[in-house]
């Protein structure tokens, strides 16, 4: 960031981040691997699928090893719910084995074969998380009505989809995302699709506070090396959004012009 321009951290519930690009743990070879790439982002929040997660309620590794509470901002998820009853019960472990982490990303889906969020099980389930006393990220479709109704029931941040989880699509509806941005008083982060650092920058590009991704760093050929570029073109990104850029034109508009050139 140049010296003239200080930017406003992310701020999620009363928490302040200075890197916008929030990864998760899952997909990797190992958990050094997983520690390699997260440190390589820059990432100060992590999430993880708390029903598919070693905490210390098993032996064997343990994720707090790799990532732990004192370091990173923790959010833990229900990925792998399908109803609201299940998420709620996820959430509600999670706050125990984390003694009584609130900050949670819900995520309830309609089916195995597209990951698509459930919004009507998702609304459900956010209305009894958060009078339950949680702080919810969610997980939605890029619907700007159903992002509109998360907000007021609370959500402290809102989260639609790029493209299917895991896909690499990228953004599809990029201006369903900026009309969730425009009408939304929450951070808005694009959650899933995200397949390479140009579709990071360009959500960045769009007005969104943040990124959350994991497939896209874990499966890339090196993941260590793809998180560090997601790291600079989240940075980029946002920089670019801040700038403002240039009015598109319909005709040429030459940076040398011709107009006052000496001995013209």
């Given at each position: 960031?140049?010296?003239?321009?200080?930017?406003?951290?992310?701020?999620?519930?009363?928490?302040?981040?200075?890197?916008?690009l929030?990864?998760?743990?899952?997909?990797?070879?190992?958990?050094?691997e997983?520690?390699?790439?997260?440190?390589?982002?820059?990432?100060?929040?992590?999430?993880?699928?708390?029903?598919?997660?070693?905490?210390?309620q098993?032996?064997?590794?343990?994720?707090?090893?790799?990532?732990?509470?004192?370091?990173?901002?923790?959010?833990?998820?229900?990925?792998?719910?399908?109803?609201?009853?299940?998420a709620v019960?996820?959430?509600?472990?999670?706050?125990?084995?984390?003694?009584?982490?609130?900050?949670?990303?819900?995520?309830?889906?309609?089916?195995?074969?597209?990951?698509?969020?459930n919004?009507?099980?998702?609304?459900?389930?956010?209305?009894?998380?958060?009078?339950?006393?949680?702080?919810?990220?969610?997980?939605?479709?890029?619907?700007?009505?159903?992002?509109?109704?998360?907000?007021?029931?609370?959500?402290?941040?809102?989260?639609?989809?790029?493209?299917?989880?895991?896909?690499?699509?990228?953004?599809?509806?990029?201006?369903?995302?900026r009309?969730?941005?425009?009408?939304?008083?929450?951070?808005?982060?694009?959650?899933?699709?995200?397949?390479?650092?140009?579709?990071?920058?360009?959500?960045?590009?769009?007005?969104?506070?943040?990124?959350l991704?994991?497939s896209?760093?874990?499966?890339?050929?090196?993941?260590?090396?793809?998180?560090?570029?997601?790291?600079?073109?989240?940075?980029?990104?946002?920089?670019?959004?801040?700038?403002?850029?240039?009015?598109?034109?319909?005709?040429?508009?030459p940076?040398?012009?011709?107009?006052?050139?000496?001995?013209?």
């Amino acid at each position: 960031m140049t010296d003239f321009f200080q930017d406003q951290p992310l701020r999620i519930a009363g928490h302040a981040f200075t890197s916008r690009l929030l990864v998760g743990t899952g997909k990797y070879k190992d958990f050094d691997e997983t520690a390699d790439a997260i440190a390589a982002s820059g990432a100060e929040v992590v999430t993880f699928a708390v029903r598919r997660t070693n905490l210390g309620q098993e032996d064997g590794p343990n994720l707090l090893d790799v990532v732990p509470p004192e370091r990173f901002t923790l959010l833990p998820n229900t990925a792998g719910c399908y109803t609201a009853k299940d998420a709620v019960r996820t959430c509600k472990l999670a706050r125990e084995l984390l003694d009584g982490h609130k900050l949670v990303k819900l995520e309830v889906l309609g089916d195995d074969s597209t990951l698509y969020p459930n919004v009507v099980e998702t609304l459900k389930a956010a209305e009894e998380l958060i009078r339950d006393g949680f702080d919810v990220m969610v997980y939605t479709s890029d619907d700007p009505i159903v992002a509109q109704e998360l907000e007021r029931l609370g959500c402290c941040a809102i989260m639609p989809l790029g493209s299917l989880i895991g896909s690499g699509h990228g953004i599809q509806n990029p201006h369903n995302i900026r009309l969730i941005i425009e009408h939304a008083n929450v951070p808005v982060l694009v959650d899933a699709g995200i397949g390479t650092a140009s579709d990071a920058a360009m959500a960045m590009e769009l007005g969104c506070d943040g990124v959350l991704m994991n497939s896209a760093i874990a499966h890339a050929r090196q993941p260590v090396l793809m998180a560090s570029a997601m790291k600079k073109a989240v940075e980029a990104g946002r920089e670019a959004f801040l700038a403002g850029r240039m009015p598109r034109r319909q005709s040429a508009d030459p940076s040398s012009p011709f107009a006052g050139r000496i001995n013209g």
